[in-house]
């Protein structure tokens, strides 16, 4: 019996710092952190969007084939630098790999790079595997972060 394993990319280009692995008896769990300067945010899976807050850019991805995709983006700005977050997904009920969900706009003249900390929190009853190359960088829907 031949199993397609599914793919979870990565929300936003960037470079990785961690990867924790955690397997339990019952739920198997991956955490990734990732350091990034870009504005844009993507869908890592195909799936429903569950929980969102539009003031942390934090959402929970229910996908298609069980899994429970937590992703949290930390702000890091300096002093007086302003910045605005534009959602792309007015209705936040669905999406599909790769979708552009949030913008993050620099209102400052001088266009200062915002540094950015996502969290991606992978929870499944199924087995999460890695690639089979190391992660260092990644690209926001291209770069594979775990099979399912």
């Known amino acids: ?3 397609k394993k599914q793919c ?6 960037g470079i990785v710092q961690n990867i924790y692995n955690i397997k339990n008896t019952v739920i198997s769990q991956k955490k990734i952190i990732i350091h990034s300067n870009k504005k844009i945010i993507v869908s890592p899976c195909n799936g429903k969007i569950k929980n969102y807050s539009s003031k942390k850019i934090e959402f929970l991805i229910q996908s298609e084939y069980g ?3 937590l992703i949290k983006n930390k702000l890091f700005k300096k002093k007086h630098q302003k910045y605005t977050v ?4 007015k209705e ?9 969900l ?5 209102a400052n003249s001088n266009n200062e790079p915002i540094h ?8 499944c009853k199924k087995e999460i595997s890695d690639p089979k190359k190391k992660l260092y960088k990644t690209q926001a829907g291209l770069t594979i972060l775990a099979y399912i």
């Open 67 to 69: 899994a429970k995709i």
């Open 102 to 106: 949030f913008v993050i706009h620099n």
């Open 86 to 89: 534009v959602s792309m997904n």
């Open 92 to 100: 936040f009920v669905s999406t599909c790999t790769g979708k552009i």
């Open 1 to 3: 019996m031949n199993i």
């Open 8 to 13: 979870i990319l990565s929300p936003i280009t």
């Open 116 to 123: 950015i900390l996502t969290t991606i929190k992978i929870t």
